[in-house]
């Protein structure tokens, strides 16, 4: 599936306050409508040619998006 999403590194403060981010993760935010289900922890996808494990999801407010955090997979 093929969606647009904002893709941005956490920054240092994101860092201390995310259980389970390290410096290098990203945070992907998906408008809701755009995705058939749900991601999961452990689902991965890809930006150009690099690949991400999501580690944690977020429903934004009123289910308008998810805030996927993501660390690149090596």
């Excluded at 991400?52 to 996927?68: L, Q, S």
């Amino acid at each position: 599936t093929s969606v647009s999403g904002w893709l941005s590194a956490l920054t240092l403060e994101q860092v201390t306050k995310i259980e389970g981010a390290q410096l290098g993760d990203v945070q992907l935010l998906v408008r809701f409508a755009d995705l058939s289900t749900a991601p999961k922890t452990d689902d991965r996808f890809r930006v150009a040619t690099i690949d991400y494990r999501i580690f944690r999801v977020i429903r934004g407010p009123f289910d308008t998006h998810f805030v996927i955090y993501a660390q690149r997979v090596r």
